[in-house]
């Protein structure tokens, strides 16, 4: 028996690394009908949608994907915004800002009219004020202007924890608060295992500033680990996305 299919369209802005993971695991999780792939690069967008075309073909993915334009975008149940320049090694998220925002700017200039009914939600960065302008660029409100803030934070910070302590993540909670980027911080007072306080639930000596600093330092630089070693973050941005 055929899958349901949801009738409804999220459209991904930029096709790259992350767009590009994003898209593969919408197609694989039917939790839409329909994925709209949008960049200015015809021949990247066009050759990233035959690929994920041609992924779907032996499963029993019910979501169609298709090139699309910024005015069909805009009238997309849920926008997700990847399209903008790259972090380079060594390069704050703030510095992308000027950047970024003339992307921006033309993103909305060009998916005009926007449907008032539109989710949008924002990856590139900087994030946190790129989320910003959206609401004020777009004219929604903000409960339909999302930004995946310092949530990917939250997971390597628990991750780092896990790790540290041989306890599955699944059992901590712990968040990043502040901006996605160097003035992060970490509340270590909130931080939980299970229902019990970090500080009650370790042994005494271990929650001591050393180890509170090497877990925000692993926080902090994750991303630029990775981004020196592979020139990206995609795969743990885009399960952030798709939980959005």
Known sequence: MPEQRLKTTIAILGCGDVGATLAYTLLQNPICSEVLLVDPKKDLLEAQVRDLADATYGSRAATRIRAGTHREAGQADIVVITAGAKQKPGESRLSLLSRNLHILSSIFTSMSPLSPHTILILVANPVDILTHFARKLSGLPSSQVLGTGTSLDTARLRGALADSLSISPSSINAFVL????DSQFIPWSTATIGCTPLHLALPSGTLTSE?????????RGAAGAIIK????????????????
Request: net charge negative; with cysteine.
């Open 211 to 219: 180890f509170k600093a090497e877990v925000e330092e692993r926080t």
């Open 178 to 181: 502040g901006e996605h980027g």
């Open 229 to 244: 070693a592979k020139g990206c973050t995609a795969q743990e941005i885009f399960l952030n996305q798709a939980n959005l």
